[in-house]
């Protein structure tokens, strides 16, 4: 079992930066990708951002890449969205996600959330004009 909790959301404005930090507790949380998904009011959860087990690989979603920044500190059992020049599209409830099945590593570039076991609870993120 891997419990996860966020936090880091706020209001902002357009152009501002906020890090969104997800705390994991569990076995073996470095075996785990870790990954950021978001859901706007009306909207499908999406993919935001993945990270590989050791952090050598990171993945995007088209609309954050030069954006947003995912990144672990395995010795915290943390993982962190970086968020710059956030726009109002990007208001949404934040969610963090892990997952250590094999179909999880070959298909993290591919954003699935059925592909992670773990969410946490979310937390929101408003990005003013």
């Known amino acids: 079992q891997v419990q996860l909790v966020e936090s880091g959301g706020g209001l902002v404005q357009a152009g501002g930066s906020l890090r969104l930090s997800c705390a994991a507790s569990g076995r073996t949380f470095s075996s785990y990708v870790m990954g950021w998904f978001r859901q706007a009011p009306g909207k499908e959860r999406e993919f935001v951002a993945a990270?590989?087990?050791?952090?050598?690989?990171?993945y995007y979603t088209d609309s954050v890449k030069g954006r947003f920044t995912i990144s672990r500190d395995n010795a915290k059992n943390t993982v962190y969205l970086q968020m710059n020049s956030l726009k109002p599209e990007d208001t949404a409830v934040y969610y963090c996600a892990a997952g250590n099945r094999p179909s999880t590593v070959i298909l993290i570039a591919r954003g699935f959330a059925r592909e992670y076991d773990y969410w946490g609870q979310g937390t929101q993120v408003t990005v003013s004009s």
């Open positions: 990270i590989s087990w050791s952090g050598g690989r990171t």
